[in-house]
Nanobody, 115 residues
Framework: VQLQASGGGLVQPGGSLRLSCAASRNIFSRYIMGWYRQAPGMQREFVAA???????NYADSVKGRFAISRDNTKNTLYLQMNNLKPDDTAVYYC??????????WGEGTLVTVSS
């Protein structure tokens, strides 16, 4: 498995979660990495991205609430999600930015925000 996301779960509105993604070294070192999500019945959408040097970019819907980071020594990507809202409910995936077909998407990790 080249990209494995984990850390999802059920959380109440206003709560926090931290997602992790283990990536193979050849992917992590070559590409800008990011998080995407897909809500039920919706298309997959971009959430956040980070360059190897630490530059970040976020979707407007998560700015100020989510923080993306990476540990280049561990080939691991993170997404700290705070002040979660029901609209954040989705399956979250890590992937290159832009996405590359040859990498596949993996199973993702489900985040459910509900009281």
């Amino acid at each position: 498995v080249q990209l494995q996301a984990s850390g999802g779960g059920l959380v109440q509105p206003g709560g926090s979660l931290r997602l992790s993604c283990a990536a193979s070294r050849n992917i992590f070192s070559r590409y800008i990495m990011g998080w995407y999500r897909q809500a039920p019945g919706m298309q997959r959408e971009f959430v956040a991205a980070i360059t190897s040097g630490g530059g970040t970019n976020y979707a407007d819907s998560v700015k100020g609430r989510f923080a993306i980071s990476r540990d280049n020594t561990k080939n691991t990507l993170y997404l700290q999600m705070n002040n979660l809202k029901p609209d954040d409910t989705a399956v979250y995936y890590c992937h290159s930015v832009p996405p590359r077909v040859e990498l596949g998407w993996g199973e993702g990790t489900l985040v459910t925000v509900s009281s």
